[in-house]
């Protein structure tokens, strides 16, 4: 009875090591493999009492409990990009191991062995899954899994308390018959499954988004492409009504001469410069994206056309003073902006056709300007000039 739960949790094991194979670069898989194999190693040792000593069967099966219980929670942690620290887990399992080493061979307490290790484990998993509460405002899968953890570590107290009180058998393999061991076990195993059944699905669910994003991003400036921009260009529109919206569509001046003079390596290094510049200017909402090949657009709801003027003179001053290889003093890049305001039943394709228009206007005025009117043929830099701007790179407030 005891060995189901060890079995249950080595086929997650399997699992998780599988999952490893396939993504080598997520190495919080490989402690998420290693915990419920290193769980199942001690359960065998208590199970087939070995070795025979008391003492030494205490302690050797809690160093591989606690390191089973230790090793999970680092593992949850770390893919969500935390960790408890090397300091904290020395520290925890000195105490758990320093504690069971005393009641086991100094002063012999099955009972205070019982409590110390159970309280432990539960702490360190609560500690853990207190990391984690930010989840709380992410995916489904991510709330389900922070309380997966919060339920699995504060279950110890109460399951422990309940099945063996204040008083634990004086034969070790009574023990093992007893209420307590049973009721461990069989929560171990359910609570357990239950955390690597969510570990996986969190796993599954970040292969997936890691997918999306590869499929809806520009691989050079990391930026999303046009296919990705119309889409949620679309989805931004369509949720924001009447509410203003300003569009942005800006082209590279002279890009091509970039690339005959200095080589497409050079034209390259302007693309992923000018793709920083864009996104420590935009706010979190913005939509930034390279649709074309030296042309990028910017969609920014809940912005009037001055805010896009804004961003675009920031945008043309941040221009002024990149340094890339093949021009170090700055100044050698330029770009031309066209900017549009969504009017009440505009669709995409209208508002982008308005600010490609504007571009063009941009372009024939002598480049390096931006333009929001239809009758403009010369820069508009709107209320906001890129002197009263200065050089910040931050977004505008808007």
């Known amino acids: 009875m005891a060995l189901i ?18 993504e080598r670069r997520r190495h919080y898989l490989l402690l998420l493999a290693a915990a419920p194999a290193l769980f199942a190693i001690a ?50 399992f000195a105490a758990v191991m320093g504690g069971l080493w005393y009641f086991a061979y100094l002063v ?18 609560l500690v853990s899954s207190l990391q984690l509460t930010p989840l709380m405002r992410g995916r489904p899968v991510d709330r389900v899994l922070f309380w997966v953890l919060f339920v699995f570590g504060l279950h110890f107290f109460p399951r422990t308390i309940l099945t063996i009180g204040v008083e634990a058998p004086g034969d070790v393999r009574i023990f093992q018959d007893s209420l307590f061991w049973q009721a461990m076990h069989l929560s171990l195993a359910v609570l357990g499954a239950a955390l690597a059944t969510a570990l996986l699905a969190a796993t599954l669910s970040d292969v997936i988004d890691d997918l999306r994003r590869e499929r809806d991003s520009d691989g050079l400036t990391g930026l999303l492409n ?23 569509v800006c082209d590279l001046d002279h890009f091509k001469r970039i690339n005959d003079s200095h080589g497409h390596g050079a034209g390259d290094e302007v693309l992923s410069a000018f793709g920083r510049l864009l996104r420590r ?16 657009a910017i969609l920014l709801p809940g912005a009037a056309e001055a805010a896009g003027q804004a961003l675009a ?17 700055g100044g050698a890049v330029t770009a031309s902006f066209g900017i549009a305001e969504h009017q009440p039943g505009d669709s995409l394709s209208e508002l982008f056709t308005r600010a490609d228009r504007r571009l063009y206007l941009a372009k024939a005025g002598g480049r390096d300007c931006a333009v ?10 709107g209320a906001v000039s890129a002197a009263a701007l200065g050089a910040s790179s931050a977004p505008a407030p808007r």
């Open 313 to 329: 003179e920031r945008a043309r001053s941040g221009l002024s003073g990149l340094v890339v290889s093949f021009a170090p003093s």
């Open 372 to 381: 929001a009117d239809d009758a403009a043929a010369s820069p508009v830099p």
């Open 5 to 22: 739960g060890p079995a249950v949790l080595c086929v997650f094991s399997l699992a998780f090591l599988w999952a490893w194979v396939i």
């Open 226 to 248: 046009r296919r990705a921009f119309e889409q949620r260009a679309g989805a931004v529109l369509a949720a924001t009504g009447d509410a203003p919206c300003a569009l942005l």
């Open 281 to 296: 200017l935009s706010h979190e909402n913005d939509l930034v994206a390279r649709i074309g090949g030296e042309e990028f």
């Open 108 to 125: 012999p307490n099955l009972l205070a062995r019982v409590y110390l290790q159970n309280f432990g484990y539960g702490f360190v998993l």
């Open 43 to 92: 359960v065998t040792i208590q199970v087939f009492f070995w070795p025979p000593s008391v003492p030494a069967n205490a302690v050797l099966s809690g160093v591989f409990y606690t390191l089973a219980v230790q090793v999970a929670a680092e593992g949850v942690l770390r893919r969500s990009g935390k960790r408890l620290g090397r300091a904290w887990h020395l520290c925890a």
